[in-house]
């Protein structure tokens, strides 16, 4: 700003000195209010531009179209999203009505309906779009109305994503959770493949014993059979009563007629030890199924502890009698997936000691309105930093190819879903000790 010139007292009548410094310093007073006034002015346009550009750039980075409409309909602002879609600069599009962006003439009433029917509270509404290549692209938009300082509705925005994206990202989810259910089932199927491995290992040795029994029996009446048919056929040639003498005696026909009786007798003992196997077996075929039913917990345990010596621990020392009897109602086949896992980790982990032999004592109460089983174990017991995570799923300290890490997972998800409890802690006298509580019977 330029000053203007100063006169002297002289120059202008009727004014003193003391007048005239009193002007000038009102006009300093004047000239440094405008230089404040300025540099105000300045400030507020800096922070004004900053406000425009973070506005700009959050415009720029919606993924999302945005649309700014008057209470018209015509546009005022768009995102860069909006303009790439629909294949326009930001110059054709201000002033025009939404509705030329609309895929026909159904979509641009229903946009109509929507503004005329919720003009203060906003709505969503799904709208087709016309693409650069004028091809209609389904998007979801929420409508917002804006209002004036006055209180006044003054138009609305329009924040959208097109329906594409959405169902491709759907598509991709989906997929993901079936692969996963799938590698899950897989898991889940390996783990079972595992126990039945083990239930088969010690039915096919249980089974042995009869079967072997049973066609050893077999041999000797085929070979009965022929010297009878030889007597037989003497007798009925008619031969002298000296020649059936020798030959009955060359035969042995009194000792195959004494020895009949005891071969059937085994025979017909094995064939019922066999049937009496797959009975057992029949009882506890139901894993899938989820059938339940009053169970004796004796039984299952003392069925799982069979199992497990006779297919993969012959050697294993469990100390269990049975006591009273605990009626539990669950699955029997499930139970006793949960038990013969119990019983083989213990072996397995008092297996890995080499100046002891495996051992494992199980004890059962039945205390009120809780079946309580205990299983403690001679091994070298679970590492402090291993008791949290002893059940997550796919956790195992055993060897790779030696464990799925599920074993004890499932174990402990079939128990809660008998509405049982099965933790895990090391004894005080040494090895793992694992706690199974189950509901009784009321």
Not at 143 to 164: D, E, K, M, N, W
Not at 184 to 206: C, I, Y
Not at 230 to 254: F, N, S, T
């Amino acid at each position: 700003m330029t000053r203007p010139p100063l006169h002297g007292p002289s120059q202008i009548e009727g004014m003193d000195e003391a007048a005239w410094v009193d002007v000038i310093g009102k006009m300093e007073e004047v000239y440094s209010q405008l230089v404040r006034d300025e540099i105000a002015l300045e400030e507020k346009n800096t922070q004004l531009e900053q406000s425009q550009q973070f506005i700009f750039s959050l415009l720029t980075a919606m993924s999302d179209v945005l649309v700014a409409c008057d209470e018209n309909g015509r546009i005022e602002e768009t995102n860069a999203a909006l303009r790439e879609l629909a294949g326009r600069s930001e110059e054709a599009l201000r002033g025009r009505p939404l509705a030329e962006l609309l895929g026909s003439a159904g979509e641009r009433e229903r946009l109509r309906v929507a503004l005329a029917d919720a003009p203060r509270r906003g709505s969503t509404i799904e709208l087709e779009l016309l693409d650069a290549q004028r091809q209609p692209v389904p998007v979801d938009f929420n409508i917002t109305p804006r209002f004036s300082a006055a209180g006044q509705l003054v138009g609305h925005v329009f924040v959208g994503r097109p329906l594409g994206e959405l169902k491709r990202a759907y598509h991709q989810l989906r997929e993901a959770h079936e692969a996963l259910k799938r590698t899950q089932q897989q898991l889940l199927h390996s783990e079972k493949m595992a126990s039945l491995g083990r239930l088969v290992a010690g039915v096919a040795h249980e089974l042995n014993n009869p079967i072997s029994f049973v066609l050893g029996n077999v041999h000797a009446l085929q070979r009965y059979t022929e010297r009878l048919r030889e007597y037989l056929a003497a007798i009925h040639a008619q031969a002298g009563a000296d020649e059936q003498a020798k030959l009955r005696a060359k035969l042995r026909i009194d000792h195959l007629l004494a020895d009949l009786p005891s071969l059937m007798e085994g025979t017909l003992e094995g064939a019922q030890r066999t049937a009496d196997i797959v009975q057992g077996l029949k009882r506890f075929s139901a894993m899938d199924r989820g059938e339940r039913s009053e169970v004796d917990l004796n039984g299952v345990i003392e069925r799982a502890i069979h199992w497990v010596r006779k297919g993969t621990a012959p050697t294993f020392e469990v100390h269990w009698s049975a006591g009273a009897p605990c009626t539990i109602h669950g699955n029997a086949g499930q139970l006793l997936q949960v038990v013969m896992n119990l019983v083989q980790n213990a072996y397995d982990a008092a297996a890995t000691r080499s100046n002891a032999t495996p051992a494992l004592w199980v004890a059962l109460q039945c205390d009120g309105d809780t079946a309580r089983v205990s299983l403690r174990d001679n091994g070298p017991g679970i590492a402090r930093e291993h008791l949290s995570r002893i059940f997550d799923p796919f956790f195992t300290t055993k060897p790779v190819g030696k464990g799925t890490g599920l074993g004890l997972s499932i174990s402990y998800g079939i128990v809660e879903q008998h509405g049982g409890r099965l933790t895990a802690r090391n004894h005080p006298e040494g090895g793992a000790e694992f706690l199974l509580e189950l509901p009784l019977v009321k």
